[in-house]
Every structure is written in C-alpha cells, then in structure tokens.
C-alpha cells in the first residue's frame, strides 16, 4: 500500500512538473534567431567597446582576438583586462596591441577577496571605456567571434529596442566524455528556461550568456555596473536578472555561426567547472533554484530509467509507464532539437541522456555549496562573511 502511495505520488508529481516544462518549450518553440547583418548607414563607428576578462589564457585567446580585429568601425576598442596571469597571457596581448591600436591591455591584480574575479575584470574595464562608446559587449576568452558578430548585435539591438541581449554561443566539444556529458548538462537549460530566441521579462525565466553579452552602457552604470555581480557564481544571470528586475527586458538568441565556444578542454574539466555556476543560484533565485532542479530530476532525468525498470519488473501501474513513456520520448525528441547548439557531435551525444541522473545530483550538491574554485582562487557565494 505504501509503494502504491509512493508511486502515485511521484507520478503526480511528475506529471504536473512535465506539464510545466512542455508548456515551457511550446511557448518558446518560434524563437527568433540572430541574423549576419553588415554594419548599416545607422551604424554609428566607434560606438562599442569590447570587454574581454582573463586569466591565464594563453593558449585559448589567438582565435578570439583575430576574430574580434576582423571587426567593423563600430568596435572603438577591444580591452583585455587580464587578473594576474603567469604564462604568458599579457605579453601575447601586447603582440596584439602592436598590430593594432584598438586592442588594449589593463592590469586588473589582485583580485580583492569578495570579488568574483571576472566580476571584477568586467567592473575595471568599464571604467576605462571610451567616452564615444554607447555599447559594451563581454566576451570570454575561448569565443571565436565571426567578422559580423558585433555589427549583428548592434542590429539586433536597434531592431528590437533592447538595452541588453546574449548569446546561446555555438558549441565545440570533442571526446566520448565530453560528448555525452557536455549536452546533458546544456539540456538542463533547455528545461528549466524553453528555447532561445526573444525578449525575457519575468526574473523567473532570464536566461543569459556572459560569454556574449551585448549591453548598452547607460542602462548598465543606471543599475550598479558590475557590481551587482560581485559576490556572483553566475555574474551573467545574476547581472540579467537586475536588469529584467529594474524593467529592462534581456534577449537571448541563438546565433549559428556567428559565434562559437570551446568551452573545455575535457569532460573532467566540463564536469568540474560548468556545475559551478549552471545551478544559477544568487540573490535572486528565492525558490526558482529548487524548482528548476525539480523539474529536470523528475522530467529530464528520471523518466528513462524509471521506464526501463517499470518494464522489466512488468510494473502493473500502466499510467505511471506511460508517464515516463512519453516523459523519456520528450527527453529524445530534446536531444534531436539540441543538436544545432554543437558544430559537430561526436557519437557518444546520443547517449548523453545517460549522465542525466549524476547531472542531477553534482547540480544539486553545487547549489548548496557556497566555496568554489576558479584556476586555485577561492570563489564564495555571498561573498565572505
């Protein structure tokens, strides 16, 4: 009797969450994506300033920087604020400032202890921003920009009146374990936030992507800089979700070619450093944090096994069967729908639902846990107390 109680309950539980996520996916399914658009006779020059925070980026930060040079007019600068690098970063940026001025070098050490550290290289880069510049876009150091990128921003901009927008960057992995782990881990976004592709109004459902992040300057020194990010494991939610909460709306589009990311190097690395900040956990969570886990444990992650396992023991609770029936047919029909996010897929993504469940738990453990690590800094949730 307590097993039949059990399993009705979860099952209700399930199917209301489910629910949820299908409305969620149905209401985002037209999204708009992001078009190559040249720079327009309205397109101001000098009008952007890229901020690029790094540390220790030395094999990682070619691609990017040669990217960010084929750049139009309106890029009036690009400003790598480097925290304290010790293999070679800064001198390989001063190669770059020679071969062209608009790339500029800013020393952002040390890092002072209640700072997330590119928290802290966003907020000294702004203060060195050109007077002309109206835009700021944040970029990390593994993204390969196309030679359209910032002129594509700037129109998506204009196009829709938005004082900030992201981007759900093109994803490059390579490896058996990067391959099934890495999309299990994306997929956990699909459910807790729908598809990219518009504007985001409710703090609930920001979605962002510091990796990327197109940001008009006044609205951005009106609500505090980056300082609002400060004490942040997700400086880039924790940063939208101030401007969503102080009536800015926040784009998030997808954006093909335009943009890609090498994320990590390896599945150790993916597994060790994503989990830190994918829980989005921050002052403005309140319960969205628990929910969302919720509902990829009960929606995402459970119903494939609990199928299979209602199967072999020839479970006579047919609706809970079908339940996760179709619960693990949505899981499938997600991995289809997720395989644009990735120039190429090795084999091993098909089986990523698999890393799922130990997806769950390592999200779950990270989001009660207030001290990470970055590169052997201390990251504390809260800031030290």
């Not at 000294?124 to 910032?150: E, F, H, K, M």
């Amino acid at each position: 009797m307590k097993t039949k109680l059990l399993l009705l309950t979860l099952g209700l539980v399930q199917l209301i969450l489910g629910l949820r996520v299908v409305k969620r996916l149905l209401l985002t399914s037209q999204g708009e994506r992001l078009q190559p658009m040249p720079a327009s006779d309205r397109t101001e020059r000098h009008t952007l300033s890229v901020i690029m925070p790094v540390l220790n980026e030395y094999t990682r930060l070619v691609p990017c920087l040669e990217g960010l040079l084929t750049q139009g007019q309106e890029v009036a600068e690009i400003l790598v604020v480097d925290g304290g690098s010790c293999d070679g970063t800064q001198d390989l940026v001063r190669s770059f400032t020679r071969r062209n001025s608009r790339v500029r070098l800013l020393d952002a050490s040390p890092v002072p202890p209640n700072w997330n550290g590119k928290a802290w290289g966003l907020h000294i880069g702004l203060q060195q921003v050109a007077a002309t510049s109206r835009w700021v876009l944040t970029l990390d150091a593994d993204v390969c920009p196309a030679p359209l990128l910032a002129s594509s921003l700037l129109a998506q901009a204009q196009k829709t009146g938005l004082a900030a927008l992201s981007i759900a960057t093109l994803q490059e992995i390579e490896g058996p374990g990067q391959g099934a782990l890495h999309p299990s881990l994306l997929t956990t976004l699909v459910y807790r936030f729908g598809i990219p592709g518009r504007a985001i109004r409710k703090v609930s459902e920001v979605q962002a992507n510091g990796q990327c992040f197109l940001l008009r300057r006044e609205v951005l020194e009106e609500c505090g800089g980056f300082q609002i990010a400060r004490d942040s494991l997700c400086e880039d939610i924790t940063l939208a979700r101030a401007l969503v909460a102080s009536g800015h709306p926040v784009g998030f589009y997808e954006a093909d070619s335009l943009v890609s990311v090498r994320m990590y190097g390896n599945w150790r690395e993916t597994w060790q450093n994503w989990t830190r900040s994918l829980p989005m956990h921050d002052r403005f969570s309140r319960g969205y944090t628990l929910l969302a886990l919720l509902e990829v444990a009960l929606v995402q992650a459970l119903p494939l096994p609990l199928f299979l396992v209602l199967v072999l023991l020839r479970s006579r609770s047919r609706w809970l069967l079908l339940l996760n029936g179709i619960g693990a047919a949505m899981r499938v029909g997600v991995l289809l729908g997720t395989a644009r996010a990735y120039r190429q897929r090795p084999w091993s993504y098909w089986l990523s639902p698999l890393c799922d469940l130990p997806v769950v738990l390592k999200l779950g453990s990270s989001a009660l846990q207030r001290r990470h690590s970055w590169r052997g800094r201390p990251i504390i949730r809260g800031g030290v107390k």
